[in-house]
């Protein structure tokens, strides 16, 4: 098993069709794991599908073609282990082709009562591998499934429950009365109790020893129990006195004890016989039942017979649906391949007047070739229109399913007779008169045969008719109530004989391996024997002849699909070009401005030339300005060749295909060069356009780097020293372009210096390291090492199996890539494969790729290439190690320990005999390349769950940081909402408090300030009054003293004025001292200016 899972896994899928004869591997759909089996149908539905059978298992499932894998060697020869079993006596009621619903609901139930238990079977005949199938009984945990099926309607029995001579697995041998019937129980019983005394005689004479002698032992034989009344005999016959001898000895205790053990024996038996007369007196007692019951059996199994093959001409079996299928010739494919013979005529037209305007030379010619073509064309398309038409009607499909059922049902109902006749299977003889002639001897065969068999069935029908009438006359001859005689019942034995001879008849002629009953007559032997080598004769022919037509007939389904699927690419293709022509307007203008770009970049050069010659003259300014427009025009006239390649491609494809004068019609296009160097040659163009500086990697001045819209190139110049030379050299390269290799630098261009030119120039693609700068300067791991040579390899493989010879394998040849692939380069083509080889090349640390036999002057080989491939290989993994080359030029490797699987595989290809190398094939399978792929897949997979795991790890933890951050965001901006809420009705309640503070401080201002000015003013007015008294009362008191005193009026007023002054005074003074206590009460600024006013004022 383990074996199966490692070949499976190593060999690449199938790509093309299976075979049915082939073993092949595929993966189990409910384990997913490899096993054997074999292709029975494949391409249902127009699927890569298979419906494959596990050979080992027994079962059966449909899966994808493409990922199975051919089985070789000790997988494919062992036989399968799973052996084909069929129901013993019993044949199915139903086919797949005849009730499918039917076969397959018998299918589920046997499966429903047996799937998943143990089940106990009983063969009839040793087990056989192959298509073969062994008969057998199955018992699943006390269940006959053998019944079960043929009690359900499954199954029908094919062979009568006992006859004489089947072997030991049926029924015991029936034994006869007198009158023809048996009973099975009194069968049983005489056999069973005759078995039971032999063992007991065999017993009593192991007990009495070996004492007897040979005499005595043949007495003892002839002294066995009778079969028969008549032999019996009453009593048993005496000894005569001769026979003991009449001077004999008298008897010994020993002799008498055997005479006594004898005669026990005797009696034993003599009971035996009487219970066997007994069952037979029984059994004759009943015989009338018996015979009854035996006709009984008889009818039931001609009636199942005659349901089971029914004498209709017109039922249909395998072989009838394979002969309707085949005569129906509205649906017949192999008839309707002759109607494209006129559209592939059309085309043979067309094609031919495509040739002849290839083939033309003269321009005058063209416009009557081009008008030819044209018609040739309409008709072609026309045709084409109509058999797409008539053969998308067909039902290729639906024919195709019908078909293959059909074959797969007659190869599988026939399997003997056309194994038996593999010579008139295989034969690829056409003939439909031999198949109509098949299909009318098969339909007169069947004819004569329901014809016979009817005339059979005529006579038991007749007979039975008999026997019904006699039991009429029985049950008449029973009635009591009668009143008129009934005549008396014919010989009864006589009637049930014949009627059995009648029945047994029909069933022996009609079933192959049925045993008679009752004595039939010899000549049906003879008669049935012919029949069935008749029999066999015509359904050989019939079925080979139809298994024949039927795969002609897939074939004509296969080939009409493929006309089908051509015709319509065609169509499409011609379609476009009915009422058109190609449009080279845009072919023409790039010529043109290509025309114009080379004019102006020579100018360019040539302006640059004379600044190299005088650089006095000009300064870096002009220089680098020069330079940029040399860059453009240099840049605009690579884009140009660019599309003009592009253009040129499509040209050429419809001058291949449509337009073959459009390489006549326009000379210029060079479309006749395009297509002869496949692509390659470019006249017109040279090396101006590129900026080439020497290649940093190599000395050779043949060799340059530059680029070419973008993408790094390199351009390797091949001296022409004649005609010949150049013939050869581009032979050999337009074949090297040919080679449809993946590991090979490819081409892209060739660029002559001129019509005639000494020069060839190769333009290749650019890779930035070969092997000897890998190795040494981005130290590749060992996975990268083995990815690299197994391109290699595959490179080597495609180049050898064309008959290409490399001749220049070494490590500067082998290109790197940025993802460590590798490509095979530097081909050189101006030498033969002997004289790349002879050119050599040896590395630093001492290895020589040049193989031993190139040094003693043999040609180039195979094996040559994989000398170098091997030394290349040792060089990659040990690039800093000293290497010796030994006298014979192979490496010495006793300096290093190698890895086993890289070590045996660079000994096989470093070796001297070129016989002992390995071919590309067995490298690429070797121990080595296969351990990269399975250490690349493992490390492949374990890196990629790795990845997968960190991928996994981070995006979970990125989830669970983005998850926790919007938390704390959306936490953060809940809070500051909060926060602010708080803030701001804080905020309100503090401003309405202090609004409200300021109100009351303002009111009880405007309060305080209302008394303070009323108390000012009431002040003011008593001081007004008090003042006003005084004055009054200094009036008075000046009037009175100038009444008293008179003349002083000077001194009067003086002392009037001062104690005006000393009122004031103390009038400031009370005010002062006021102004202070309101001061010590209220200290506002706004208040003291007030006072002051006040004060001011009153002054």
Known sequence: MVEMQEFCQSVPKISSKPEPKVLYGSVFSEDGLWYRCKVLAYGQNNTKEAHVRYIDYGNEEVTDATQMVQLTGELATVQPQACKLHLHGLKPTCTAISN???????????????????????????????????????????????????????????????????????????????????????????????????????????????????????????????????EQGGNRAPTSRNEQGANSAPPSNKQLE???????????????????????????????????????????????????MPLDVTVDGVIETAIKLLQNTETSISKKVLDAQEVMAAN?????????????????????????????????FQAITSFLSKTKSLPLVDRQEKVKIALECLEAEYFDLLAADKDATASKEDSSQIADACIQEYTQWKTDKCSYLSSIRTTTDNTLTLWTSLLAKLLLSFGLDRDEDVEPVE???????????????????????????????PSLLQTKQQKETIKTGVLTKTVCCLTKELRRELASIETLTELYNHHEQLGKELEPWMNSKPDVSE????????????????HKLADKHDMDEAPELCDEKNKESLNDELGQIRSGLQEAYATEDKLLVGLAGLTKRHFPELALLHPTFRIKDYLETNGLLKHGRDLQQFDLQPLPSTKSSIVKSGQFNGQNIIIKSYNISSEDMRTVLLHNAIAYSKLDIDRLLHIQLIIPTSELSDQLHFQLPQLPLNLVRTVKETTPTALHLQTIFKDIVTGLKALHGLDVIHGALHPENILV???????????????????????????????????????????????SDMFAF???????????????????????????TIQPELGDIIKQLASYSQGKRPNSDCVISCDYMMLDIKRQEEEEQKRKEEEQRIKDEEEQKKREEEEQRKREEEQRIKDEEEQKKREEEEQRKKEELQKKIEEEELKQKEEEEQKRREEQERKEAEQTVKIEEQEVSVKEEKNTED???????????????????????????????????????????????????????SL
Do not use: W
Not at 143 to 164: E, K, W, Y
Not at 587 to 602: A, C, E, N, P, Y
Not at 886 to 895: K, M, N, V, Y
């Open 587 to 602: 072919m023409q203008t790039v010529q043109k401005d290509i025309k114009g770009l080379r004019s102006r970049l020579r």
């Open 348 to 380: 043979d037209r067309l094609e031919e007047c495509q040739e002849n305007l290839r083939k033309c030379t003269d321009k005058e010619l063209l416009p009557d070739l081009m008008v030819a073509r044209n018609e040739a064309r309409q008709e072609t």
């Open 817 to 863: 890539t940025e993802d460590m692939h590798a490509v095979l380069a530097d081909y050189d083509f101006s030498k033969t494969p002997t004289e790349r080889a002879q050119q050599g090349y040896k590395t630093d640390n001492g290895l020589h790729f040049t193989a031993p036999e190139i040094n003693c002057g043999l040609e180039a080989h195979v094996a």
């Open 491 to 521: 010989s009864t034995d006589e009637l049930i004989e014949t009627l059995m001879v009648a029945i047994d008849t029909e069933l022996y002629m009609s079933q192959k391996s049925y045993t008679p009953v009752v004595k039939l007559d």
């Open 258 to 308: 055997n005479a006594t053990r004898e005669i026990k024996k005797k009696d034993r038996q003599l009971s035996a016989l009487k219970t066997e007369n007994e069952g037979l007196q029984s059994l004759l007692s009943s015989a009338v039942q018996v015979k009854f019951t035996k006709v009984q059996k008889s009818f039931e199994k001609v009636r199942t017979l005659r349901k089971e």
């Open 100 to 230: 499918a619903e039917e076969h397959k609901r018998a299918v589920n139930f046997l499966m429903g009562v047996a799937d998943n238990k143990f089940i106990n079977v009983r063969l009839y005949k040793p087990l056989v591998h192959g298509d073969q199938s062994v008969p057998c009984e199955l018992h699943c945990e006390g269940q006959d499934l053998n019944r079960l099926m043929r009690d359900h309607g499954f199954a029908a029995p094919i062979t009568p429950v006992a006859s004489p001579g089947r072997g030991p697995d049926q029924s015991p041998k029936q034994s006869s009365s007198q009158n023809g019937f048996s009973s099975s129980s009194n069968q049983q019983q005489a056999p069973r109790q005759q078995r039971q005394i032999q063992q007991q005689n065999r017993q009593e004479d192991g007990a009495a020893g070996k004492q007897g002698t040979t005499s005595n032992n043949r007495q003892q034989g002839a002294n066995r129990a009778p079969t028969s009344r008549n």
């Open 1043 to 1097: 009444d008293d005193d008179g003349p002083p009026a000077l001194e009067t007023e003086e002392g009037a004025e001062e104690e005006e002054v000393d009122i004031n005074q103390n009038m400031e003074a009370e005010i002062k001292k006021e102004k202070e206590e309101d001061s010590e009460q209220t200290p506002s600024v706004n208040d003291d200016e007030t006072v002051s006013q006040g004060v001011e004022s």
């Open 870 to 896: 091997g030394v290349s290989l040792l060089f990659a993994h040990y690039p800093d190690t000293a290497f010796t080359m030994q006298p014979d030029g192979t490496p010495d490797l006793t300096a290093i």
